[in-house]
């Protein structure tokens, strides 16, 4: 069993910095992808950023140059630090890893930007 547990959500104005973190722990050999979607209420969840285990990463469009995924490895962890936040941030954000063919998933951590 892989639990993720997530933190570093919060209320930010606009313009304001996050730090989301996500740590997986349980029975974890070689994690491939790991990222972060985000849903908003009424919207369909969305891929936000994803990062290989060798350090490639790709964002949605709309979060480029603002958001910075990153990872350590001999952590079992994912990073996502959001600058320049905008209202239209605002999601539950859901961190994933990807271990031996199966797609694990954190609670979820809400993010709220205020205008």
């Known amino acids: 069993q892989v639990q993720l547990v997530e933190s570093g959500g919060g209320l930010v104005q606009a313009g304001g910095s996050l730090r989301l973190s996500c740590v997986a722990s349980?029975?974890?050999?070689?994690?491939?992808?790991m990222g972060w979607y985000r849903q908003a209420p009424g919207k369909q969840r969305e891929l936000v950023a994803a990062?290989?285990?060798?350090?490639?990463?790709n964002y949605l469009d709309s979060v480029k140059g603002r958001f910075t995924i990153s990872r350590d490895n001999a952590k079992n962890a994912v990073y996502l630090q959001m600058n320049s936040l905008k209202p239209e941030d605002t999601a539950v954000y859901y961190c994933y890893a990807d271990l031996l063919g199966f797609r694990y998933w954190g609670q979820g951590t809400q993010v709220t930007v205020s205008s």
């Open positions: 990062i290989t285990s060798g350090g490639n990463s």
């Open positions: 349980g029975k974890i050999f070689n994690i491939n992808a």
